[in-house]
């Protein structure tokens, strides 16, 4: 017997709440815990300011303050791409966020890092060239916070008790 789209998706609840799932925007998940709830480190480079406002547009600006995040950011370029007549053509940036998340007393609750990378292409003036850097560092901030907010998600130590 074929189930129909209800009896599939009834199914599946009764499967996965069976062995503690809990959906990460649902009622008992980390997301409700930590939308609005997360003031990070005041950004003091062009590289903070980024990851503020990437950390803002993923789980809203920061309410009551539930948590503190202190973070450091750590990005190395390098070059990749090369024309023997020309140098260098693009260049990789590499970035690794460490990140500390505590409550407002001062408990530690979790801490991690992630990593991601980018490029951007050197192009043959110095201003094109500062803003494709200047925007892949924009895109690679945004990454570093993307896989921040999806390990958050998950942590077992943010999630509502039953």
Sequence with gaps: ?????????SAMAGTL????FTPVYGPDGAGRTLTGSIRADDPVTRRDFNFV???EDRLGPPGDGVFH????I???ETERGAVRTVGATRN???GQLRYVLTRADGTAVTDGQVGANTAYSLTSTQLATLAAREDAELRLVRMLVDAMVSRLMIDPALQTPA
């Design 53 to 55: 406002s990437a950390l």
């Design 74 to 76: 750590d990005i190395t």
């Design 92 to 94: 990789l940036m590499r």
């Design 1 to 9: 017997m074929l189930l129909g789209g209800a009896g599939l998706s």
């Design 69 to 72: 995040l202190a973070y450091t």
């Design 17 to 20: 709440s069976g062995c503690g």
